[in-house]
């Protein structure tokens, strides 16, 4: 795996740098580590990430499209449970509602038919750290991993229980083939560079706006977890650097942020 960062801005939006308040809002007491570990994933993600994501930018839209929607809709049975586990019905139901919708019409997930023009159900990811918030535990110290980028404690935490949600995990664990592990890895590294490739010029905006991109990248993070738990408006958010985060787009086919800056 490699690190990506891929950072989704609202359209003609202005990055603007948070560094000044980040301190205030999150817990960092590993902060000496975490920015040497930032660096690395920076130095990987300019040398491996961005140069694959660059090509794939090159893909006609409607195949890139068509691969988000089929990565989306392999994530159903982690987001249902994640919905269940939080109680959210109506979530539940959006959730088997959509994937329903998406693989019986939508060629098996290649077509958001469920979401239509953005007027039917969007998709919302779930996953156990939000579920952990849900439940109110607090989101612990700020980490920053490496190759994964950002999280906290309860997300890094989390990934254990998605880990053991997913089918493909079971499939791999009962399977004496490689087949399983193939998709798996398969599936990282497309959501990966689909992700970056997305963003490419709002992260790079940012990056040169930020007058400390690590405390910007520290403070969204932290901000766009909490309006993911609430499922505000924008639960989907803007994806911050890491592979496990996506973004949606409007009807004009521009980024869209969870965040107010």
């Avoid at 989704?8 to 740098?17: D, E, H, R």
Wanted: hydrophobic share 40%.
């Amino acid at each position: 795996m490699v690190c990506t960062l891929a950072l989704g801005l609202a359209s003609c939006a202005t990055p603007q740098n948070t560094a000044g308040t980040s301190a205030t809002v999150v817990n960092d007491p590993f902060e000496d580590v975490n920015r040497v570990i930032f660096d690395v994933n920076l130095a990987l993600d300019k040398v491996i990430v961005r140069p694959f994501a660059s090509l794939y930018g090159e893909l006609p839209g409607g195949i890139k499209d068509s691969i988000r929607n089929f990565l989306r809709n392999l994530k159903t049975p982690v987001i249902l449970a994640n919905n269940l586990l939080q109680g959210d019905i109506q979530g539940a139901s959006d959730t088997v509602g959509r994937f329903l919708t998406n693989t019986i019409i939508g060629l098996g997930g290649l077509f958001d038919v469920a979401n239509g023009n953005g007027k039917g159900i969007a998709y919302r990811p779930e996953d156990f750290g939000q579920t952990l918030g849900v439940w109110g535990t607090s989101e612990g110290p700020y980490l920053m991993l490496p190759i994964l980028g950002p999280s906290n404690l309860r997300d890094t935490v989390g990934m254990v229980p998605d880990y053991f949600m997913d089918p493909i995990t079971w499939w791999g664990i009962n399977s004496d083939k490689d087949l399983p592990t193939v998709i798996a890895i398969g599936r990282r590294v497309l959501e990966t560079v689909d992700t970056r490739s997305r963003n490419m010029k709002q992260l790079e905006d940012l990056e040169a706006t930020s007058l400390d991109f690590y405390a910007t990248i520290r403070s969204l993070y932290h901000q766009q977890r909490e309006n993911m738990i609430r499922n505000g408006d924008e639960a989907e958010g803007a994806p911050i650097p890491s592979v496990n985060f996506e973004i949606d787009e409007d009807d004009d086919g521009k980024a869209k942020a969870a965040l107010v800056q």
